[in-house]
């Protein structure tokens, strides 16, 4: 029996490839990820049903694992439990094996019982999709083989390892490791790249961990999540539903008094706010290195150190930097006022987010000394940033 249906030159065999992983790609990010894991948005129940029989065919995934594991690693973010951290398991042990950490956490019950909640629990998932999640893989090799011939063995293999590879190592593991942070939030989480394409839009993946319930990825203006660009054109076909994006940071130019508008909106906005602080910071912080470096108060040597710790503590808690980092900041901190300024001020800014348990009106006082102080630390750039934090409206 002769196999290869569609006899198409090397070059259609790649772009099918490219076509087939990418659908798969989109039903991660659109079906498990923004719709089963996060609720941002509904699916009508023939995209969802075309995406989970999608995922059975080319990943042999369990919504309800996937679900509960990614779950977790919201919860438990870079901690001992988290299922995929590469600050537990280092970059290369997630970004080569995190599949295996994958297949390791989905034997959890107690994963799969807290995390794993409302998940497809019909007939089909369970004596179907659950119970021979590896059928369908096979069926998906007999599918390429009849289609392709005998180079739809290599099209099922590109398949099988592009979301292990893509999904489970390089967003789980670069992107807690690499690129940029536009949002300071609780944990190591980057935006890889920009323009999210490739791996669905999951590439933002720090403006996710900022706002997590969002559908969409993408926050400033000149990055793109191609998962969000479906998304739309699933909600004009009427086959989705779109339930919350992350909302903007309102600025009300005329406000000039902090009140409890701008606490709520500072509270609200945090990881945004951080960010804000760091970027309005981070000139002063290294023209203050070259500062002390031109007076002889510090070598060379260590200005590289204190002017690399200081731009990453800027970014990320101090408890995720090395501790060579570490001993560099303390040591900037020691050594100018301008730093111990900016040291205390940001520790104190991120501080009254935390609060809850304290009244409206002492937080809005807080807040206000916080400012006042801000504009007469002599530092301009905190200045500036604190005349426009008394802007924030929400």
Known sequence: MQFNLLHLAWWGDVLV??????????????????????????????TSHFFRFWLWLTTGQVTREWVAIHRKHHVMCETADDPHSPNVYGIYGVLFGGSELYRKEAKNIATLETYGHGTPDDWIER?????????????????????????????????????PFFAAGVINGAGHYWGYRSFVTNDTSCNIVGWGVLIGGEELHNNHHAYSASAKLSVRWWEFDIGWMYI???????????????????????????????????????????????????????????????????????????????????????????????????????????????????????????????????????????????????????????????????
Request: with cysteine; charged share 20%; net charge positive.
């Open 17 to 46: 490839t490219l076509m087939l992983t990418h659908i798969t790609i989109a039903a991660v990010t659109i079906y498990l990820h923004r719709h089963q894991s996060h609720r941002s948005l509904e699916l009508h129940p023939l």
């Open 127 to 163: 004596h179907v999709y659950t119970k021979h999640q590896y059928f369908g893989i096979a069926i998906m090799l007999v599918v390429d083989v009849v289609l392709f011939g005998p180079i739809g063995i290599t099209i099922w293999a590109v398949q099988m390892l592009w979301i």
């Open 232 to 394: 739309r054109v699933l909600s004009i076909l009427r086959l989705a539903r779109v339930r919350k994006i992350a909302p903007r940071l309102i600025i009300d130019p005329a406000k000039v008094q902090c009140d409890t508008e701008t606490l709520q909106s500072i509270v609200y906005h945090h990881y945004e706010v951080m960010g804000r602080f760091a970027r309005s910071l981070r000139e002063t912080a290294i023209n203050e290195v070259r500062r002390l470096l031109s007076t002889h108060a510090i070598q060379a040597k260590k200005a590289r150190g204190m002017r690399g710790a200081i731009k990453h503590w800027l970014k990320l808690d101090e408890n995720y930097l090395p501790e060579k980092e570490r001993l560099a900041l303390m040591q900037a901190v020691q050594s100018s006022t301008v730093f111990q300024t900016i040291y205390t001020m940001r520790q104190e800014l991120a501080a009254l987010a935390n609060r809850s348990h304290e009244s409206r009106e002492l937080l809005v006082q807080q807040l206000e000394s916080w400012c006042r102080r801000a504009e007469e630390s002599g530092i301009n750039a905190l200045r500036e940033f604190s005349l426009q934090l008394r802007s924030y409206s929400h």
